[in-house]
């Protein structure tokens, strides 16, 4: 069964404080690891896809890594809009569901 | 372009009763998913959809839930007998294919209270 696991669960940073968040998972034959950032009241909203280890990928200010065992989303210099719920995803080959696994997420608060 | 679009964006029903949530893929997406979130968790999947059948039902958590997409297009989830337990937000997703680690993309959701 893939399982993934997020830290912190949340996170308060003052504005241009960068940190990064932490998504630990086990999978049966990794397809992609996914991450979404979630407003309030709204639905998850694209942000990456990493395929294998050692790939990265980044959009102004996230940046987003990937090792065999877990992914890292930095966030550099953040601005009080970047304040939202990241979520991180699998999709494994090994048989089970088709749909992604999500973790719990990190909620994350940039003060100005 | 337009995105996943849901309706309605809120539902409150009586325990027991019978609702339909709907969701509207991006124009041209032939793979539909359907799960559900609760208040402080990640989405659980329920559901996937290849174009008009289900290829994957195995997130359903039992026979009071089930779904359909009779044209390949607009799905409709539907929960009977609905119990307190059920209130979540129930969240869509398209994208250009199944089977693969093509994007979702997802809709905002309808909000579903069962008082």
């Known amino acids: 069964e893939d399982q993934v696991t997020q830290s912190p669960e949340a996170l308060r940073l003052q504005e241009g404080e960068s940190s990064s968040l932490n998504c630990s998972y086990t999978v049966s034959g990794l397809r992609g690891l996914f991450w979404y950032r979630q407003d309030p009241g709204k639905g998850p909203e694209f942000l990456f896809t990493l395929y294998s280890a050692g790939e990265e990928k980044e959009k102004e200010r996230l940046k987003a890594t990937l090792t065999k065992k877990e992914s890292f989303l930095h966030i550099t210099a953040p601005k009080p809009e970047d304040s939202a719920t990241y979520l991180c995803?699998?999709?494994?080959?090994?048989?089970?569901?088709?749909?992604?696994?999500f973790g719990k997420g990190t909620h994350l608060i940039i003060q100005p | 372009g337009a995105g996943v679009s849901q309706t309605p964006s809120n539902k409150v029903t009586e325990k027991g009763k019978y609702v339909e949530l709907r969701c509207d893929p991006i124009?041209?997406?032939?793979?539909l998913y359907w799960y559900r979130q609760s208040l402080g968790q990640g989405p659980e999947f329920l559901i996937y959809?290849?174009?008009?059948?289900?290829?994957?039902d195995s997130g359903l958590p039992n026979d009071r839930f089930f779904a359909v997409r009779p044209e390949g297009s607009v799905s409709t989830l539907k929960i009977q007998r609905t119990e307190r337990g059920d209130s979540a937000v129930y969240l869509c997703?398209?994208?250009?294919?199944?089977?693969?680690?093509?994007?979702?993309?997802f809709g905002p959701g309808t909000r579903l209270t069962v008082l």
């Open positions: 997703a398209s994208s250009l294919g199944g089977g693969s680690t093509l994007t979702q993309y």
């Open positions: 959809f290849q174009g008009t059948g289900a290829a994957d």
């Open positions: 124009s041209g997406h032939t793979a």
């Open positions: 995803a699998v999709e494994g080959s090994g048989g089970g569901a088709d749909g992604l696994t």
